[in-house]
Each structure stands twice: as structure tokens, then as C-alpha cells.
């Protein structure tokens, strides 16, 4: 691609919109330094200097999505307490609506804290509830998805196993992005894993796929047995493209006409939370383009290894993107 190329692949993001499926959640961070040691127990005290509050889960898709400058349709369910308030407002902070999102007064609304000191997570607190959603909490969701895919150009489930995602609903849900013709992105976890039939793109991580298919791969990693892993993936589950994201080692993504493993970039790493969020999010605005897989591939695997850098579940930024992109792409220095 030429230059003009890239930047008008990036100004086509604006008319896209994107219609993400999924768990949503409040990711709270306590930003502190350690001095000491408890004298209660041999653990660390974490003074605390800050804290911080960012949507997390399908929302850190949708609000990847909005930072590439498409606009996101996040729909999922969340409680009416003092959580689910807080993650209102973080989604209006954000630019993003509300419009989509089903509220539940027997629900609570999940929220992960991170305690962290200089750039080491020292804690996780998770408060949540991962039953399935009941009737009528279901039948709603149903009704926003039906109405929600008449608008989209193309639809994203964001499994977090957390209990909005019941193979009920995924079936109907297929079924109705099917009947429109909308292309199907999927980021599974292994509670779900087989119920996705027929997605246009599957995005399991390799620890994922393996469980997903029950599969004992080698443990000295390999391109080919993580192709013959994609192959019978896309045979099990009827899907189109399978895209398998390799950490340290990259991406992996083939359909049954072509298939391409892209190299992980060298960077400074310093958290992973968030990076499949940014993958899936960059490959279904890209794919909403009409841009081709092995594209999708480069840049997803690009904006992955950005939002590496720095510590916490934060957004791919647009502009940080396009120019790595000119550089990838076009060969500029």
C-alpha cells in the first residue's frame, strides 16, 4: 500500500459501525507505592496515591472501536446499583451511547480492582455474578440485538464467560446476523467455544484454542501444528477464517484459500491486559472496510503490541496506529 492508501483506509473507519455482543465490566485501578512489609502478614502494603476507573470487558472493545473512529453499538447487560451507574457514566465520558445496553435490577454489574504498585500488579479483586442471564433479562437482549443488527456493518461477540453469552442466545443472535448478511467476529472463551457456528472470523488465543478443541499441542511452539489447530477449528465450527493470536509469537490467521503467520514486533512489554480487546476491535473495523485477511493480520498484531507498552487495559490510539501502519506498509523509516 501506498500512503494515500493507508490514509484513506483510516478515513473510511468514520463510517463504520460496529455492534459488539458481550460481558462488560468496570476495571478499577489503586495506583500506590510499596515501603513495607505488613507486620499483620508477609505481604506487601500498598500505600495508595490514586485511583482510576476504566470500562473493561466487551466495552474496552467498543471503546477501542471509538478511538479508530467508528462507532461502536456495545450491547450487554448490566445491573442498576452503584456499579452499573458508574459504568453509565464511564460510557458517556467515553462518547459512547448507551443506547444498546439492557439494565437488570437482579444483576450486578461486574468490577475487577487491580492494586498496583510502580508497574507491578501486586492484586486482583473480582465482584461478580456469572450465572446466566435469566428469561426475561435474555428476551431483552434479544430485542436490542434484532434491532441493533438492522443498523450495524457488522457484529463482534466478546465472550468473557460472565454469564451474558448463553448458547441460547448466541444461537439466536448468529441466526439473525446470518439471515442479514452481516459478517460475524467471535472472541470466545472455552464455556461457549463450540456454540459460535458458522462466525465469518474466530479469535481464540492459543491457551483457548487448545481448550476450546480439547487439543494437546506441543509445547515447544510451531507454526504448523497451530495451522493443523486452525484448520480443524474451521472444520469443527464451520467458520470462515480462523485467526489465532500467539502472544510472543503473533498471529496466526487462514482460511480454507490462504494462510499467513505474522511475526510478533519487538517492544518494551509491560502489561498484556486488554491486547485481544485491541486485536478483535482493529480486525472488525478493518473487515467492515471490505480489507483483506492478511491485512487485518498486520495491523491487529501492530495495535496489539502498542497497547502493550504501557501498564493497564487502555485503547488503541488512532493516530499512534496510522503512522505505525505507514511505516509497516509502505516501508517508510
Not at 455492534?19 to 507505592?33: F, S
Not at 456495545?74 to 458508574?86: D, F, H, K, R
Not at 445496553?101 to 454489574?109: E, L
Request: net charge negative; hydrophobic share 45%.
Amino acid at each position: 500500500m501506498d500512503l494515500a492508501q493507508v490514509n484513506a483506509l483510516f478515513q473510511e473507519f468514520n463510517s463504520k459501525k460496529v455492534l459488539i455482543i458481550g460481558d462488560v465490566m468496570v476495571d478499577a485501578y489503586l495506583w500506590g507505592k510499596v515501603d513495607r512489609i505488613s507486620p499483620e502478614a508477609p505481604v506487601p502494603v500498598v500505600a495508595v496515591k490514586k485511583k482510576d476507573y476504566r470500562m473493561g470487558g466487551a466495552a474496552n472493545v467498543a471503546k477501542n472501536v471509538a478511538n479508530l473512529g467508528a462507532e461502536p453499538m456495545l450491547c450487554s447487560v448490566i445491573g442498576n446499583g452503584p456499579n452499573g451507574q458508574l459504568f453509565t457514566q464511564l460510557l458517556r465520558e467515553s462518547g459512547i451511547s448507551d443506547k444498546w445496553m439492557v439494565r437488570s435490577n437482579n444483576r450486578p454489574t461486574t468490577i475487577k480492582t487491580r492494586v498496583i504498585a510502580g508497574h507491578q500488579q501486586m492484586l486482583r479483586i473480582d465482584e461478580e455474578v456469572t450465572d446466566a442471564l435469566d428469561f426475561h433479562e435474555q428476551a431483552a437482549m434479544e430485542e436490542t440485538v434484532t434491532k441493533a443488527l438492522v443498523e450495524c456493518d457488522i457484529v463482534v461477540f466478546e465472550d468473557y464467560d460472565k454469564g451474558v453469552l448463553s448458547p441460547g442466545l448466541i444461537t439466536s443472535c448468529m441466526a439473525m446476523a446470518e439471515k442479514l448478511g452481516k459478517t460475524v467476529l467471535v472472541d470466545p472463551k472455552k464455556k461457549n467455544f463450540l456454540f459460535y457456528q458458522g462466525a465469518t472470523v474466530f479469535k481464540p488465543n492459543l491457551k483457548e484454542l487448545q481448550e476450546g478443541l480439547k487439543l494437546d499441542l506441543p509445547s515447544e511452539f510451531s507454526i504448523d501444528s497451530v495451522a493443523r489447530a486452525a484448520a480443524k477449528l474451521r472444520q469443527v465450527l464451520g467458520a470462515q477464517t480462523a485467526m489465532i493470536t500467539l502472544s510472543e509469537h503473533g498471529v496466526y490467521i487462514g482460511s480454507e484459500t490462504e494462510e499467513y503467520h505474522i511475526p510478533a514486533h519487538k517492544r518494551d512489554i509491560y502489561d498484556v491486559s486488554g491486547a485481544g480487546d485491541t486485536v478483535i476491535a482493529i480486525s472488525a473495523v478493518l473487515l467492515a472496510c471490505g480489507a483483506p485477511i492478511k491485512l487485518v493480520a498486520e495491523l491487529a498484531n501492530l495495535g496489539g503490541g502498542l497497547v502493550c507498552e504501557r501498564v493497564g487495559v487502555v485503547p488503541i490510539e488512532k493516530e499512534q496506529l496510522r503512522q505505525e501502519a505507514i511505516k509497516l506498509l509502505t516501508h517508510q523509516p
